[in-house]
């Protein structure tokens, strides 16, 4: 039936929109949450205002990054249904209840306690107000937890058993069904890529700041915090990456295959194609640059261990080879370029130039995006790399979608194309403007609305001791 | 049998959160609707800030209401969203345009008239599209095997388009109640010269649909009008009266917090009488909640969290609401 595969191919295609768009805010948020409690937790510990400062900075630019989570979040918990309900129906006992105490322990608490983190500091208190913010950091991590299972659990589907009408149930323990084998390397490494691309973000405003104003204490602080956590993030998630991707080798190794361009086996060293055109009708990468046994060597630890290709694995089975061969070196490519911004922060900090080595901030600042481009390529790289299949192995993505239309999805996906574009758009606009303030030593409270700058500001009010001390530092 | 309880505990905790999603969100999706009626300025920005630190919260109950379908009765999820596909993507573009505004507004003031369309747009078109899914959801869903068998616009009757503006009335009306609560002077008393109007639609708009209701299938009727049984549904409207008057009397009396509550018992009157009318189906006529429950180790495995959790986040979302309680802008709290 054309129509029929029209539909589902149009399906997929809002479901990559909309979860590709949705994404970009909670790796963003998760980051700026936990930055936002360091942020304060120093404040109260060492009273300095540069800290409240730079927390009220990025509490505006959170606040909007969070709004636009939150929307395009609910969405997604919807069109699990609308688009994809027999996937629903038949996984739904056991992603279900995961995805259920998503909602229970971190969205409630994110939600409960963001209107207190953002409007709430003059009503309880600074410690309270804190408490507040690492509700919302927790939140965001415990959200990641979930969700990263759910989709874990995808991937890597155990402890379950088919029951009479083919609903997937749970059979082990629900121990067992969290932890399925992909998930605590999937968990680290996006938690850590959420941190590397705010890290990112903030060094990039750090540096834009900089460049204007070296002298700028706010600038100076973010900036340095960002570059910290550049130098100590990107190794430790380069390291990790790798251990995902052993991982990855053990259970899905036909997405290791399309990632490194093996159409072939080979028995005795696979190359390592550090470059290349996929050529998938003639099952060649054209073009390529490889370093020879150098992929066995990674995979293996071992120079000559044989490495299976796509030719082992039925055609019906295997994923687009070209999309997930590029997704992952934008992904990789990226990773490396962070650890080379994070050692070239250390050599400035021990030649005592962070601050003044302009051609830093320069790559700093065009490196601003990095963390955003490379969380949705490694996104492409797992999730195209293991079709045809929504469970691995188990359920097809063609006999996963919901019996409707294809002009039903059609008008549905070009009403969110128009509104996310519209919306999103905006959002992102206004986070630049925030972004390209300067950060000042009286940074004003999350809203200037004319209802509260027309007296002072409550907020202000009770962080006024540290404006000065704030110009100071 | 264990998965008999479980089961109904279930539907009983997802009846939980539709209702108290319907009564949270329902005040501020009516801020939305009602807010074109508001002065630009103060008047505006109060009736935002009114309701800017829990709306967040109040909407994380519609995501626990789908979520908690997913999970404890997939089938009926899986049924009943590709059915009502239309009106739930609305819903959702809808939630999109007024959630964003909360923040935009502040942060564009040039497009700040721009961002407060969205912000009623938004509302109305999710408010009115949930009154289209109840009014669906109630009339009936072609279903053939495990799966959704009718059209893309099956759920578009007039029925449905009752409904959907009966919900319009019920959420302007809560939100109107909430900010003659929350607000003082001018706005205040823009909203008591609205409350007692909005009242009068919403009860006409209540028996509208009840009485439209008996007549969409014969189980429906059987059920509501036939000797004995309607000795027992005869209370809930003969109650809904007695609020309703209860309610102009407050709002005669210049009751301040009285009138938002005589607003959520009328609201809770109509849900108790959408429950008459399911119980026991999920989707009605078609599908039982046994039918589509899921096994019994997920339902544990949930309730056990739920059993936890809700308690804690019910006593979270009180003390948030505490924080900010009092008249907005009485002391400014931003």
């Known amino acids: 039936m054309i129509d029929n595969e029209l539909a589902i191919l149009l ?17 963003f948020t998760i980051g700026i949450a936990s930055y936002l409690a360091v942020l304060e937790g120093l404040w109260l510990k060492t009273d300095k205002g540069v800290y409240a400062n730079l927390y009220r900075y990025w509490l505006k630019i959170f606040a909007v990054v969070f709004a636009m989570g939150v929307v395009s ?25 995961l995805m259920a105490y998503e909602v229970l322990t971190a969205f409630f608490l994110e939600a409960g306690f963001l209107g207190v983190m953002l409007f709430g500091i003059n009503k309880v208190g600074r410690k309270l107000h804190f408490v507040a913010t690492l509700a919302v950091a927790i939140g965001t991590f415990i959200s990641a937890f979930w969700i990263l299972s759910v989709n874990s659990w995808m991937q890597t589907p155990v402890g379950y058993a088919i029951n009479d009408v083919g609903q997937f149930v749970p059979a082990a323990g629900w121990w067992d069904i969290v932890w399925n084998p992909s998930f605590p390397y999937r968990l680290v490494h996006t938690v850590l890529a959420a941190y590397l691309t705010t890290a990112f973000a903030v060094g990039a405003v750090g540096a834009w700041h900089l460049l204007k104003d070296k002298t700028n204490p706010g600038a100076r602080k973010m900036f340095s915090m960002a570059m910290w956590m550049a130098a100590l993030v990107a190794p430790t998630q380069i390291f990790m990456g790798d251990l995902h991707g052993l991982n990855t080798l053990e259970h899905q190794p036909a997405k290791v295959m399309a990632m490194e361009g093996h159409y072939e086996s080979h028995p005795d060293g696979a190359p390592l194609i550090l470059f290349g055109v996929p050529n998938s009708e003639e099952k060649r990468v054209d073009y390529a640059i490889e370093i020879p046994k150098a992929s066995s060597l990674i995979l293996k630890h071992d120079l000559n261990a044989p490495l299976a290709g796509l030719d082992t694995i039925p055609e019906a089975d295997q994923p687009p080879v070209g999309i997930v061969f590029w997704a992952f070196r934008i992904m990789v490519g990226l990773g490396f370029a962070m650890l080379g911004i994070g050692l ?17 901030h320069r790559a700093a600042l065009v490196m601003g995006p990095s963390g955003f481009i490379a969380v949705l390529a490694g996104w492409v790289t797992t999730e195209v790399g293991r079709q045809p299949f929504t469970i691995y192995g188990l359920l097809r993505t063609s006999e996963s979608a919901a019996p409707l239309d294809a002009p039903a999805v059609a008008m549905s996906l070009l009403a969110f194309v128009a509104v996310y574009f519209i919306v999103f758009g905006a959002g992102i606009v206004y986070i630049f403007k925030l972004a390209a303030k300067t950060p000042e030593a009286h940074e004003p409270a999350p809203d200037d609305a004319p209802i509260r700058s027309a007296g002072i500001t409550p907020a202000a009010a009770v962080l006024e001791g540290d404006h000065e001390e704030g110009a100071a530092s | 049998m264990n998965g008999f309880d479980l089961t109904v505990i279930w539907a009983g905790i997802i009846a939980f959160a539709v209702v108290v999603y319907v009564i949270m969100d329902g005040f501020d999706l009516g801020i939305g609707i009602l807010f ?75 497009h700040r008239a721009r961002w407060d369309f969205a912000f009623t747009a938004g509302s109305v078109i999710a408010t009115f599209a949930q009154g289209v899914t109840l009014g669906a959801l109630l009339q009936g869903i072609t279903v053939e095997g495990r799966a959704y068998a009718g059209g893309w616009w099956e759920w578009l009757t007039p029925f449905s388009i009752l409904t959907g503006f009966a919900l319009l009335a019920g959420y302007a009306l809560l939100g109107c109640c909430w900010l003659i609560w929350k607000t003082e002077g001018a706005l ?29 299938e014969e189980e429906y009727y059987t059920r509501w009008l036939a000797y004995p049984g309607v000795i027992a549904t005869a209370q809930i409207p003969l109650a809904t009266l007695v609020i309703s008057v209860l309610y102009f009397r407050s709002l005669s009396k210049k009751q301040e917090a009285a009138p938002f509550f005589y607003a959520l018992g009328l609201f809770g009157l109509s ?52 924080v900010f309680r009092g008249k907005v802008g009485s002391e400014g709290y931003h």
């Open chain 2, 271 to 322: 849900l108790v009488g959408l429950g008459v009318s399911m119980w026991p189906d999920v989707i009605p006529g078609r599908i039982t909640i046994w039918e589509a429950a899921a096994p019994y180790e997920s339902q544990l495995f949930m309730l056990v969290g739920a059993g936890i959790m809700v308690p804690v986040i019910l006593a979270y979302t009180a003390w948030a609401y505490w």
């Open chain 1, 73 to 97: 979040g609910i969405v997604m918990s919807y069109q699990f249904g609308t688009n994809w309900s027999v996937f629903s129906d038949k996984a739904g006992p056991i992603i279900g209840p």
């Open chain 2, 188 to 216: 205040q008393r823009q909203c008591y010269s609205y409350a007692g109007r909005l009242g009068i639609l919403l009860l006409i708009a209540i028996i509208a649909v009840s009485a439209a209701t008996p007549f969409l």
């Open chain 1, 344 to 360: 070239w922060s250390l050599l400035a900090r021990t030649r005592k130039k962070l601050y003044d080595w302009t051609w830093l």
């Open chain 2, 36 to 110: 074109p009626n508001f002065k630009v300025g103060t008047d505006r920005d109060t009736a935002i800030n009114s309701i800017a630190p829990v709306w967040d919260g109040n909407e994380t109950w519609l995501v626990l209401g789908g979520g908690g379908l997913l999970a404890a009765f997939p089938l009926a999820y899986a049924i009943v969203l590709p059915a009502l596909y239309a009106p739930l993507i609305a819903m959702l573009l809808g939630l999109v345009l007024r959630g964003v505004a909360f923040e935009f507004r502040w942060r564009d003031p040039s």
């Open chain 1, 11 to 27: 399906a997929r295609v809002q479901f990559a929109f909309t979860v590709s768009f949705h994404f970009l805010f909670p790796a």
